[in-house]
């Protein structure tokens, strides 16, 4: 070969070496500036605090529903049966006042023994459906002497105030009732009022 050849082959090499990948000048700079990083990194917990809030909001929308459709469902195994109870009520009025006309006729100055048996047996039949009431949450009202509560009673009359406070409730002309602690019919009431002389 000619020297010429030689170093030329050389030189080539030479210069090649000299611009390989260790040459730090040539390395490919990163396309984005450290500016654009730190922007973009800003956006991005920005993007994850607002998905972080929309999750915590989707949660507690979520819990506020299964809370509401749970009390759903106790309210319906509670008060499915009021429309029941209002009629039934009906029944228990119309045996108290059978009752009380037999005990006005079972009284000691009448002897039959026939109606005494029918005044016991309606007595009987009586606390029975006051305690069926009672185990299903069912309950009288009981408002003579207390004070007159527009959710619980209506008034029907008034009656003079003597010796109860005016306002209070004197008496019940059709007894009210509840149904765990839901009225479900209002006490008919006479209300005490200061005479007016």
């Known amino acids: 070969e000619s020297p010429c050849v030689f170093s030329t082959a050389a030189q080539q090499r030479s210069t090649g070496d000299e611009c390989g990948p260790e040459d730090p000048r040539d390395e490919p700079k990163h396309p984005l500036s450290d500016c654009a990083l730190e922007h973009k990194a800003v956006k991005l917990e920005e993007q994850v605090r607002d998905l972080t809030e929309r999750y915590r909001k989707a949660l507690a929308d979520s819990e506020n529903v299964r809370r509401r459709t749970q009390k759903f469902v106790e309210d319906a195994k509670l008060f499915g049966i009021q429309s029941f109870c209002r009629d039934l009520v009906e029944v228990a009025d ?20 026939t109606l005494q048996k029918i005044y016991e047996g309606l007595s009987l039949i009586e606390a029975k459906l006051q305690s069926v009431f009672a185990k ?6 009981n408002p003579v002497g207390g004070k007159y509560d527009p959710y619980d009673h209506e008034i029907v009359c008034h009656v003079p105030a003597e010796g109860m406070q005016p306002g209070t409730i004197a008496l019940v002309t059709q007894d009210g009732y509840k149904l765990h602690g839901r009225t479900i019919r209002h006490a008919l009431v006479g209300v005490a009022v200061e005479s007016q002389e």
């Open 136 to 141: 299903h949450g069912l309950q009288k009202m």
């Open 94 to 113: 119309i045996l108290e006042k059978t009752t009380e006309s037999a005990a006005e006729e079972a009284e000691p100055t009448n002897p039959n023994p």
